[in-house]
């Protein structure tokens, strides 16, 4: 469906492309990572036409219809409805919609046109209009919107009277229910909270075309996709597997290329010392001249750099205080007298607990963790801090409203004036900012230093409750890897909101979950909240009645389970044998890849490198493709294993 061949693509002294070449074919569910600024999005600009590559070309299946969901939105001065806005995913059923009125209404005045002709246009087009999906469009749209968030009494209120954030959700509702053939979604979790993150999931599990998901949360990208691409360094690298077998064969693909140069300069320096040591003897001369031309005929072994890292952080340890960290009392807050944010919370922290809170937007989340920092005195209720409890807070907007002409040490002297520069400059080089760095203005740092500096701030007086609101924004995988990690290790107290699934399962310990009926506290992590919710909005156990009168198919349940045993048990041959296959590809293409190697550090003289590394390439590029097709059947196997048990 997609090909991109020999791609070039720079702007200005950056190149974000250099020739890049790789297919996506109909129906693949594509992951494309990489840090922030290496060209994801570019290449869907390139993919939809927008943009057009300096060199090469990009080829892309006519007549499809495509959905495009960017991250900034286009300014949009509609009157419409928040549902006709969402509805308006695709233009031609309004034509057809049109030409339909327009035939019966001939129709129905019976004005003397040809009415067979007009009979069968209208079935084409009647057709036509179905196959797009617009008789059940509105029903689709409403579904998302509820999805996402939207509550029914907001489809009539006007698309434009929405924040950017909610304008976002509605856009991404547009986009999916367009039937696109061709789907690019551009970070489409980064406006959704975690109950809207699940749904998406949920929904694009069952889209049927091509997708393309250029995403930070590795939630979407490990449960969705299930090839990568990794754009990084110029270079747009194609792995065929899901993220996590993704970041596993990118080690060892720069391993093994890392192995196989290290092997080509050691040879390449033996015979550079031939020829040094012969060049000006005659008898030599021969032999001089074929290892020179040995030499230029050499296929140099590339090692693609890996994407730089991010820094770790390094959290001071926190200061001592009371086993109770924080207490709330029957809370309640409104800010306009009329609609109650919250009502009657009533919260216990304890030293150690790391409470995830989720629920919709709107639900109270940002209000309740203002009210826990004491950023903000609740209408009605009590908060009580224990003892020598020393809050740390960091709202969504913090780091998008610090002086942007201030330098990084500026923003963290400002924080606590009594600070030495010196003690100032050692905090800074624990979360990533050492040397020259510090004189940086915040203006031209990155999303993932704010994100940093912010903390840093914040340790200047090293807190022992943690208050986080959305702290992942701007950061791309390793940013959310490295921050994770040091809350992890953080002894501290932790409250925090993030529409990340994989970082709030990783940290939190527990969960809040906010709804209209009420808060509801579960004790374990996030998994736990989960299998304990999804219990609960489960349908209630059926009655004796119901019972006795399921009595009546017992028998043919017991056949049906002994059919799904026998299929089972076909499967779970098939599969081994599958896997069996695959083990011994493997070991045959190792054997021959350690054979080829130790062709490669051999004396060399009657070797043609450009073959061998030729070879080399299709053997590693096979051996990906094996693995990756035995992790499969492997991963289906012990599935089939987990269900018959």
């Not at 569910?29 to 840090?35: K, Q």
């Not at 924040?163 to 696109?180: C, F, Y």
């Not at 995988?477 to 994770?484: D, M, N, Y």
Request: charged fraction near 30%; hydrophobic fraction near 35%.
């Amino acid at each position: 469906m997609i090909e991109f061949r020999n791609v070039t693509k720079a702007y200005g002294a950056q190149d974000l492309l250099i020739d890049a070449s790789f297919r996506v074919g109909a129906g693949e569910r594509v992951g494309i990572v990489g840090p922030n600024g290496a060209g994801k999005s570019t290449l869907f600009r390139l993919i939809e036409g927008a943009s057009t590559p300096d060199k090469g070309e990009v080829a892309v299946q006519k007549d499809i219809r495509l959905g495009h969901l960017r991250q900034q939105l286009n300014a949009h001065s509609v009157r419409e409805t928040l549902l006709h806005y969402a509805m308006n995913a695709i233009p031609e059923l309004d034509q057809i919609r049109s030409a339909i009125e327009e035939i019966e209404h001939r129709l129905a005045e019976n004005d003397g046109t040809d009415r067979d002709r007009d009979l069968a246009r209208l079935g084409d087009l009647q057709t036509r209009y179905e196959g797009l999906g617009g008789y059940n469009l509105e029903g689709r749209t409403k579904a998302a919107l509820g999805g996402l968030g939207f509550r029914t009494e907001e489809f009539d209120r006007p698309f434009t009277s929405f924040s950017g954030g909610w304008q976002m959700r509605a856009e991404l509702v547009r986009v999916l229910v367009g039937h696109p053939d061709l789907l690019l979604l551009d970070e489409p979790s980064n406006y959704l909270d975690l109950p809207a993150v699940e749904w998406l999931e949920k929904f694009l599990r069952g889209f049927p075309g091509t997708m393309l998901l250029i995403s930070h949360d590795r939630f979407l990208l490990q449960s969705l996709t299930q090839v990568t691409i990794e754009v990084a360094s110029g270079r747009a690298t194609r792995y065929a597997c899901g993220y996590d077998a993704y970041r596993v064969q990118r080690e060892e693909r720069h391993a093994q290329a890392l192995a196989a140069r290290k092997s080509q300069d050691r040879r390449i320096e033996q015979v550079e010392r031939f020829v040094e040591r012969f060049r000006a003897k005659n008898t030599k001369a021969t032999q001089v001249q074929s290892r020179v031309k040995m030499l230029e005929r050499i296929e140099r072994v590339e090692v693609t750099p890996l994407h730089a890292e991010i820094a770790a952080m390094r959290i001071p340890p926190p200061p001592h205080c009371g086993q109770e960290v924080m207490r709330l009392e029957k809370i309640a807050h409104t800010y306009d007298g009329e609609r109650w944010i919250l009502r009657d919370i009533s919260l216990s922290l304890q030293r150690g607990d790391k409470l995830a809170l989720v629920g919709y937007n709107g639900m109270g989340k940002t209000t309740l963790q203002r009210i826990l920092a004491g950023a903000l005195s609740p209408v009605a209720g009590k908060r009580s801090a224990g003892h020598k409890v020393v809050v740390g807070y960091q709202s969504q907007e913090f780091s998008e409203t610090m002086p942007p002409r201030a330098t990084v040490l500026d923003v963290v002297k400002e924080a606590h004036p009594e600070r030495l520069s010196k003690e100032a400059r050692s905090l800074l080089g624990s979360f990533g900012f050492s040397g020259d760095a510090v004189d940086k203005t915040v203006e031209v740092l990155s999303g993932g230093e704010k994100i940093r500096l912010a903390f840093a701030r914040i340790f200047v007086n090293p807190p022992n409750f943690l208050v986080l609101d959305e702290p992942t924004t701007h950061l791309d995988i390793a940013g959310r890897q490295a921050l994770e990690q040091a809350l992890r290790d953080y002894s501290g107290t932790l409250c925090l909101v993030s529409h990340d699934i994989a970082f709030a399962r990783t940290v939190a310990n527990g969960v809040l979950a906010l709804s209209p009926e009420g808060p509801r506290r579960y004790p374990g992590g996030y998994d736990y909240y989960r299998e304990k919710s999804a219990g609960e909005a489960a349908p209630s156990a059926p009655t004796s009645e119901g019972a006795a009168a399921s009595g009546s198919t017992r028998k043919e349940q017991r056949r049906q389970r002994a059919e799904s045993r026998k299929a089972q048990q076909a499967e779970t041959r098939k599969l081994k044998n599958k896997i069996q296959r695959c083990e011994q590809r493997i070991e045959e293409l190792e054997a021959e890849q350690h054979e080829l190697a130790q062709a490669l550090s051999g004396d060399g003289a009657s070797i043609d490198f450009a073959a061998v590394n030729r070879r080399l390439s299709e053997i590693q590029g096979e051996l990906n493709e094996t693995v990756a097709r035995w992790e499969e059947a492997l991963q289906a196997w012990e599935d089939l294993r987990e269900e018959g048990n």
